[in-house]
């Protein structure tokens, strides 16, 4: 991804960490810069909740030259929180990567906002937003995300847009699996061991994730699926045979490219709808 601001971005985050999620990122910021109402003045104010330290903020600067551009997660729990084997690892990268992020966000006029959305109103006046993302989130509540869309459609301006991505409960991994009488979760050691549990909680279907958003008054649904999750996954596995990872990630791509033709069979699920 061609960013004029990579320089600064590469010097905070991690070089893996930016080829490991460049395709997903890309894929955000075309569905935003697509489905935002026309501005005059071309001044857009959009709000990524559940962001944690995403990429995505950061690299819209370069596509959005007057904004208003927010931040939103628990950070206060988040910047705590190491899990895992590498968490004396983890808590050694924050020291140093946190404040050199804080930084690169004040630098790119990027606001960061502490709320637990969950529980909390989000903090903008009523019609503010032109556009609320939130990727690869609600399926971690452990509460309905009912009241989370509602407040989405009151910030939003009217003809703003919503846009979500969710993991899908039902892709076609998962309805082999079942099939086997395997699983269709994640590690169960993670839910057993992990307290407090940050894992996922419900992942939507396609039609539930239609109906979270019409049921909160938004319009013009769409559905979109895409297979981040899956190529993932595969390319881990490709990788012990091939043992080139360009290679392997190029034939997990065109092997799973035509399940976005049938979105309820793709791991990642994006619904885009609007303020009417």
């Known amino acids: 991804m061609k960013n004029k601001n990579i320089k600064e971005i590469s010097k905070v985050y991690k070089d893996s960490y930016l080829d490991g999620v460049q395709d997903r990122i890309r894929y955000y910021i075309s569905l935003s810069m697509k489905n935002l109402t026309f501005s005059k003045n071309r001044f857009y104010k959009i709000a990524d909740c559940g962001s944690g330290y995403s990429l995505f903020i950061p690299f819209l600067t370069d596509f959005i030259k007057q904004h208003k551009l927010y931040m939103i997660d628990d950070f206060k729990s988040l910047d705590k929180l190491h899990t895992g084997n590498n968490a004396k690892k983890d808590q050694k990268y924050k020291k140093k990567f946190l404040p050199s992020v804080n930084k690169l966000f004040k630098k ?22 032109d556009l609320v993302t939130s990727f690869h989130c609600i399926e971690h509540f452990h509460n309905s995300p009912k009241a989370f869309i509602k407040e989405c459609f009151r910030v939003l301006k009217p003809g703003g847009t919503l846009i979500i991505a969710v993991p899908n409960a039902v892709n076609f991994r998962k309805r082999i699996s079942v099939l086997f ?35 909160n008054g938004f319009t013009d649904a769409k559905i979109y699926g895409k297979n981040f999750m899956g190529i993932e996954r595969l390319v881990r596995v490709t990788n012990k045979f091939i043992r080139n990872e360009k290679i392997s990630r190029s034939l997990v791509n065109f092997l799973m490219k035509p399940l976005e033709l049938v979105p309820g069979l793709c791991t990642d699920l994006h619904i885009i709808c609007k303020k009417p």
């Open 181 to 215: 009488g395997l699983t269709n979760y994640y590690d169960l050691s993670d839910y057993w061991n992990q307290v407090p549990y940050y894992g996922h909680v419900r992942e939507p279907t396609k039609d539930e994730l239609i109906f979270f958003c019409n049921d």
């Open 108 to 129: 790119l006029n990027i606001k960061k906002i502490n709320l637990n959305f969950e529980k909390q109103k989000l903090t903008f006046k009523s019609n503010y937003l």
